[in-house]
Every structure is written in C-alpha cells, then in structure tokens.
C-alpha cells in the first residue's frame, strides 16, 4: 500500500542523489510519491473523500466531516484519543464508512474519549459510522448494505475492522429512504476478531447500535434517546454486550432491544434500560431471541414483546423463559458513574425506589422514575427542586410517594417551574400518587391506620407542620387497592396546619383529587380536572380552609365535585368554582357532614346540593345562608385561573 511518508533516512539518501546528479540534465527526474487530495484535505482538517492510504489523525486538530469519508479495503485510519470530528448538518451525504477489508482504530480513553457529532447533534443530522466486516451474515457472501451499498459479509468469524475505545457518537440516523436511516454505529459482518469498548450513541434518529450478522461484541454500551431502537440486530449476529445502560426521556421511540429473524442468541450480560415516557423494552420479530443475565427495566408499558409470536423460551433471562407479565425490575443496575468517556453528556435519570432514610434533595436537572413505593422515614425531609419532573411506573397500587408521621416533604416549584409527578401516559389507576401522614387531630383517634399503605397518622398538635408543597402538578392517580379503598391524588391524614399547601393541580385521577382525613390543613389555589371519584373529598373532622378552587368535569360517570362525610368540623371553603359538561352531582354530604362556602358558582350539574343521609341543610351554609336542594349557585363570581400556566406543564 502507499504510504503517506517517507522515513529520514530515505529523505537523506534521495536528497544526496538528487545533489550529486544535478549537473547531468540528462538524468531522469526523481520519482515522489503524490500526496492525494484526500490526505491534503486531512492535513487542513478537511475530511472528504475515500482514504487510499493508511492514515493517523491529529488529535489536536479539529476535523470536519463535510462529506462522505471512506476508508477503503486494505487502509487503515487511525483517530486518537481526545479527536473531536464535527460533521456538517448533511444528511446522508456526511458519514463515516469502513470498506470490508479496511480497519479504523480509534483510540480514545475513558478520560479523553474521541467525539464525533453534528454542531448541535440533532437527530438526522449525519449518517453517522459504518463498519464492514468479512464475518458471518445469513445474507451471505458480499451482500450490499442498505447504506450506501456497501459491500459486506463472508465466512471468517474472527474477522478484523480494528479497535474501537472510548468513543461518543452524537445526532445521527439521517433519513436514506422510507425504509432505511443510518445508525449511529451500524456494524455489518464484523468479526469477533473487533474491539468495541466503551461507545456512547446519543440522540440518534433511527438506531444507537445495529449488528447486521457477525459475531462482533461490546463492552460497556451507553444510547441515550435513540428514536429507533437502541440495540437493533439481525441477520443472526451472535455476539455479546457486557454492560448495557439506555435512557429514554423522550417520547416516540421504538425499543430498547429490537431482535429481528434467526436467533443465533446473541448474549447481553447486565442491561439497565429506563424510560421517563413509557413505550416497549424488548422486542423480538420472528424467531429472534437472546439470552440475557442481570434485566433492568424500569418506566416501559411494555417489557417483552413477541411481535410475530415467536416462541418465549427464544428469549432466556437469568436462565429462565422470558414472561410478558414480569416486571423485571429485580436485576442490579448497572453502574455507570465510573465510565469517564461518557464526559458528561449523559441524562442524569435516577430511581426512586424504597425508604429514604436521610434527607434528600431530588434535583431539577435529574429525571426520576418512580419504579415501587417510595417513603419519606419519621424525621426526615425530601426537598424536591422547582422544575423536578417524576415519571411514575404504571404499577398501580405498588408505585405511590408517601410521607410517613414525623416526615416532611418540601415541593418547591414556581409558576414557571412546576413539579410534576404523573405516569408516561397520565391514565387514570396508573399509579398511587401522594400520601401525607401527619400528627394533627383526627376521629379515627392518635395513630390511627390509614386505608392505603397501613400508614400510622393522627395526634393532638392541629399545627404539626409536614412540610410544604407548592407548585405541583400530579396526573395519573387512583389506583385500586380494593373494592372499597382506592388511593388518590393528594391523601392527607391528619396533616396539621403548621403545612404549606397552594397552586396544586390534579388531573386524571381514577379516585379523589384530595382528600382530607381530618387534621386542620389549608390549601390556596387548587385545580382539579376530571378525577373520576370526589375531587375533593374530607372526612374524620377535617376543619381546615380551601382558598380558590376550580374544578372540571368533562368525563362522564365521575362522583362528585365535594364529598364531605362524617363529623362535621365545619370546614371552609372561599371562592369555588366548579363546571361540568357530563351533568352528575356537584356537591355531596354524608352522615352530619357540612361546611361554610362562600363566592358558589355551579354550572352543568344535574344535581347541585345532595345531603345523601339527609342530614340537615343548616350544616352546609353557602354566603352566610343555609344551602337549599333547589338553588341554582350560578351567580358567584368565577374564580380565575387564566394566570395558572402551571395547570398546562407536562413532562
């Protein structure tokens, strides 16, 4: 092959020659090596064109990749640690491709990785890498690859396209037709004979990683937000990837693991997938499987999927036939604070799962998934920032955030900045959502026994402060615990009034938006859409003051706007609106239960005032009068959340 380069010593030897010839005009001139455009261009930190001659990069050079770069068959390019090539915003035309036969060794390390991206690694910005390789493909021999045409694949296993170390491959997947798209890195009939370590593919339009046959294996795999499939394979690649972690955080992708015709059961060993916005973790299309060791799942609706309804036992996890009903949230997450080479373009994304046993501050630049029961000790506070987003498993009445007597949470969100707590999806029973417990007074007596969770609440301090909340929107609640006991949005129990509760939002909730039981806990600015029970519901001698309350209803079937039930600690409520669409009943007592309402507006309900144990109407006084079963309430001024933009925040 050419060479780039000459060493020393020839220079010398050619430069005496040249010296001793000069005055015989006769002599032939020397012969010199041209230097090709294409290495021209490299030197200037060009890359354009296909490389006919083994090549080093300079790491302290910065590369662009304004087209396609080709490495062809016996050449070989070498990228150094700490390389950074910036691809242009050029679609199919800007990639990097490795011909069957060619090599590149790309040599970052875990402190200095090598960096290829677009300015602002867009997904579909570039094509990313392509390697091909002379491995084993059931496409056969020189099959062409559906990018660029490339030609790949033949019967050596152990085949070598070079070394890949520490590399981070940023804003690829440009769209080739409606069929295809490039990967971030696509592998075709790479041998075994390869070394991959330590890649991360982020924001990727089509696949982070896509083996087409070969037996080509990966160490330490990163894919974060890959639009498509983060591990796709198929053409019976074999292979195997130890240490796996893939974050999705943004909607609309794919999977985690696409597995696509003959099952050569390829291996991954330790894969921690998590999902802030719901979708499918594993999927296997025809006969495709893989064994896989150590499963992490958490926050996907659904976790294996059969698409052509190949056989279960073609996927083995921990040994044992794969199920579509196993949460597979048991396996050890894989670690990731050590992997250097990711140089902090990662998505902070962390579980919450168990007791918390110290104070905690959950962070507004961290997405958390809320994977199990998460409970705040007697003693200790969870501070959440403004802006924090929780995504909630749909795990029903497994997955809720509870603070325990004693316990505090401090919920600090803006008007900018709300919290949000609510599943991917927002249904209604997805998930249990917030319980308070707290030691205020309350008929059910001193440590009483809460119907969800068994939680201990109530005492003799109508001040006790739990924290305070302010800003939070919580969609999704209400799952069922039995036929009798369901969880809500926002429990209450015996919350004192020493607690700071205002500009909250409970929307979707497949029980009550809030429900009070007992203590003395106030709320300011309070927004309830279409929660399927009692928006707000009280009971056990709650007597605490609800300031500017709106409530929608555009779903049929639900209870009622007010449930007040049980002792009547006259509780009030200042400035209410309430508006449905679906008829129903607006506000409900039970037993002697009342309160003390002022500024009423009802409108659309079919019932407005129901004393369902007729229980006598002075107990319900509404602008200093006693309620009537006739009056229409529509007179009030409306309360007016037109400044409430933070009703409308989503993940």
Known sequence: MKKSSFKFIGITVLFALLTLSSCDDNDPEPIINP???????????????????????????????????????GVTLTIPAGTQILADNGGTDVYIAVLKGGKININGTNSNPVIMTSIDANPGDWGGLTLCGNGITTAGVDAEAEVGGFIYGGTDSADNSGTIKNLVIKGTGAQINSESQYNGVSFYAVGSGTIVEN???????????EFFGGSVSVNNLYLENNEDDAIDWTEGWNGTIDNAYVAHTI????????????????????????????????QFKKESGASITNLFLSGYDTNIDMKDDGALSNVMIDGV??????????????????????????VA????????????????????????????????????????????DKGGVDVYIAVLKGGKIDIQGTANNPVIMSSANAAPADWGGLTICGNATTTAGVDAEAEVGGFIYGGTDDTDNSGSIKYLVIKGTGAQINSESQYNGISLYAVGSGTVIENIAVIDGADDGVEFFGGSASVTNIYLENNEDDSIDWTEGWNGTVTNTYISHTIAGFSTAFEGDKVNNNPKFVNVTAISSVDGTALQFKKQSGATITNLYLEGYAKNIDMKDDGDLSNVQIDGVDSILSGLYNIGTKVDISSWSWIEAKF
Do not use: H, R
């Open 349 to 392: 994304l962390e579980v919450l799962n168990g007791n918390l046993t110290a104070n905690k501050t959950l962070k507004a630049n961290t997405k958390y998934s809320l994977t199990g029961s998460y409970i705040v000790q007697n003693g200790v506070t969870l501070t959440i920032e403004a802006g924090t987003k929780i995504t909630a």
């Open 199 to 209: 890649v991360a593919v982020i924001n990727g339009s089509d696949d982070g990683v």
């Open 35 to 73: 230097v090709t455009p294409v290495v021209e261009n490299l030197k200037v930190g060009v890359m354009d064109g296909t490389l006919e001659e083994d090549f080093v990069l300079n790491a302290s050079t910065s590369y662009q990749l304004t087209n396609s770069f080709i490495v062809s068959e």
């Open 251 to 282: 909607e609309g992708f794919s999977t985690v693991v696409e597995g696509d015709k003959d099952n050569k059961n390829p291996k991954i060993n330790n894969l921690t997938a998590i999902s802030t916005v719901g979708g499918t973790a594993l």
């Open 321 to 346: 036939a794969a199920t579509t009903t196993d949460a597979y949230d048991a396996g050890t997450k894989v670690a990731i604070s050590s992997w250097d080479f990711i140089n902090g373009q990662f």
